[in-house]
């Protein structure tokens, strides 16, 4: 037996979170009857639990690190009709993935897609503080102090303070510099509005780690899927715990388009 918001996650239609919100809203039925009970719990091999009148069954796990490029937006679709990472990638009739956080439209880097709620939910949560490592092209010359500001923690548009991070030069061109910045926190557009704390916008934003899980190999707009030691090690660095699921959906097809 498990929880039913656990059940929702394991099906791939939608975090733990937002499980418990189709739930409480009365969406979710279980053998025929609304559940709005969140410590429900139904037998994965027994009980037939829909959604909106659609029945869920538990998938098998995907996990795939794509390379978002720019021009993307990170969300499974767009009321504004532009193009977003789920159009980068295959997956088989009926499979639902979704990104695990955010990155910008502009913003290009490592993003994880996958229909494991379990694990998604425990990358997002603060309180794990998932490493997220971003190569920043800021405008004009950082001095040293300013560098040091960023890395101990600026005061945002908003009046909140960042967290301390890791900051390292990589490069000065004289008209911009290059940052490297590992967070361990994620306030929408965080870097961007660092960098206009410190008075050096930045131009340029790519995300070349997160979790442990790097961009080698990878060319913008490619994915690959997660090799079992990579999800345990995600699994590891945020607490999420381990899951079997009975009923089993085939993966996506190849490695990516034009890889």
Known sequence: MMRLQRFL???????????????TEGRVTVNGRVVTELGTKVDPDRDKVSVKGQRVL?????????????GYVTTASDPEGRLTVMDLVQRPAGERLYPVGRLDYNTEGALVLTNDGDLAFALMHPRHGVRKTYRAKLKGTLRRDEVELLA??????????????????????????????????????????M?????????????????????????????????????????ER??????????????PRGRGRGR
């Open 152 to 193: 101990g923690g600026v005061v945002l548009d908003d009046g909140t303070k960042t967290k301390p991070a890791e900051v390292h030069l990589i490069g000065d061109t004289g008209r911009h510099t290059w940052l490297e910045i590992t967070l361990r926190e994620g306030k929408n557009r965080q870097i961007h509005r």
């Open 9 to 23: 996650a394991l099906g791939g239609i939608a975090s733990r979170r937002k499980g418990e919100e189709l739930i």
């Open 195 to 235: 960098g206009d704390a410190v008075g050096h916008p930045v131009l340029k934003l790519v995300r070349v780690a997160y979790a442990g899980l790097t961009l080698e190999g990878l060319k913008p707009g490619k994915w690959r899927r997660l090799t079992d030691e990579e999800v345990a090690g995600l699994r």
């Open 238 to 251: 945020s607490g999420a715990r381990s899951t079997v699921v009975r009923r089993q959906a085939p993966p």
């Open 58 to 70: 538990a998938q098998r796990h995907v996990h795939l690190l794509l390379y978002k490029p720019g």
